[in-house]
């Protein structure tokens, strides 16, 4: 971190800032005294998620694809390079963009850091363990991923972001993180970004069938985000190098997780299954040893207590788009 600016708040850099993890870890940074910059294109992000920072002096947002050469002025002390699209529908549908946000992207944000002598935290992804034959996966895995297949877009874009985080420590000695990040939920999920959450969610609060994909053995473990939020609040003030899963070991099939949304939401919903997505992981779940030792982080919500807490948020949202299946 820079350390010039003593009297000053630190500054921090958070790139997709305006999605679903960037406006809660906007949040976090802001109430722990940070000057938070919020960089994002709105590309599956929304002006809505950030909406009540505006105002906020110690806040700013520039709309900017990272692609691009990142011009910020003044000092900066903290990069979290959370840009790029997520779900698999919006990098099924966003291929390009995806490829060029994991490696030019990335490119952009460490040069800045360089620049800077920022810290820079990479947000990366169980994703890079592919359709993993270990269970669980811990980090010295090194996955199983078909780099042409749909998913290849973006579990290769963020091996690549990888390979260009620590390239640029050991390279241009920058101060660098890596997270992966384990499948995440909480308020400001989009009704329709094909995750199935939400879409579970908004099928069972509608009265619509459930879509479950193949038969459903497939294995998740659901982290609710404030758990995410201070894993990476705990990296980020660490000096762990290599990478760390962050996520909740609680793993569960989608057949089980679809039957307890249904009961969650006391709908009558029934289920259907519908065709398995090619390259879809069969099973999921996060060896969090080394974010126990090294950050003595562990998950506190379990899945019943998070469901219980976004259930709310989802309601809401609902009523707000009507009896429909769109957001
Ligand atoms: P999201 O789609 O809500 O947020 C991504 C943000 O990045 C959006 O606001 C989008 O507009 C912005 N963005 C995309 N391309 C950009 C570009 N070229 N320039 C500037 N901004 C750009 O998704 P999310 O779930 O909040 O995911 C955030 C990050 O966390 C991603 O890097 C994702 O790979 C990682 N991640 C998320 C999960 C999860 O469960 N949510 C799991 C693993 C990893
Ligand atoms: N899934 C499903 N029905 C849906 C959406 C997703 O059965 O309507 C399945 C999907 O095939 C995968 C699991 O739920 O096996 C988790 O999907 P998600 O897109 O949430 O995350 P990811 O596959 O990236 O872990």
Not at 172 to 181: N, P, W
Not at 195 to 222: C, E, H, I, K, W
């Amino acid at each position: 971190m820079n350390k010039a600016r003593k009297q000053t708040k630190p500054r921090i850099l958070i790139t997709g800032g305006a999605g679903f993890l960037g406006s809660h870890l906007c949040d976090r940074y802001l109430q722990e005294g940070y000057e938070v910059i919020c960089m994002d294109n709105l590309s599956t992000g929304s002006a809505d998620n950030i909406a009540h920072l505006i105002g906020n002096e110690d806040f700013s947002f520039i709309k900017h694809d990272v692609t691009n050469y990142i011009h910020v002025g003044g000092e900066v002390d903290l990069i979290l390079h959370f840009a790029s699209p997520a779900s698999p529908i919006d990098y099924l549908e966003m291929p390009i963009q995806t490829l060029k946000v994991g490696s030019l992207g990335t490119h952009k944000a460490l040069g800045l850091a360089k620049a800077k002598g920022a810290r820079f935290l990479l947000a990366s992804t169980s994703e890079v363990y592919g359709d993993p034959l270990v269970h669980p996966q811990a980090e010295d895995y090194w996955g199983n991923v078909n780099p042409i297949g749909d998913r290849g877009v973006y579990d290769e874009a963020k091996r690549f972001a990888e390979a260009m985080t620590m390239g640029y420590h050991r390279y241009h000695g920058v101060d660098t993180r890596i997270v992966r990040i384990f499948n995440t939920y909480g308020s400001r999920m989009r009704l329709n970004d094909g995750r199935a959450l939400p879409t579970f969610m908004r099928q069972a609060l509608n009265g619509n069938p459930l879509t479950v994909y193949g038969d459903g053995s497939q294995t998740r473990s659901f982290m609710y985000v404030d758990d995410l939020v201070e894993g990476i609040w705990c990296l980020s003030h660490s000096d762990y190098i290599e990478p760390i899963n962050i996520g909740n070991p609680e793993e569960v099939t989608i057949l089980e997780f679809a039957k307890e949304i249904i009961e969650l939401t006391e709908s009558d919903s029934e289920i259907v299954f519908e065709e398995l997505p090619k390259d879809d992981p069969q099973v999921r779940q996060p060896d969090i040893s080394r974010a126990k030792k090294v950050l003595d982080w562990e998950p506190i919500i379990d899945r019943k207590q998070g469901l219980q807490k976004i259930l709310e948020y989802f309601l809401e949202k609902v009523k707000r788009v009507g009896h429909t299946n769109i957001s």
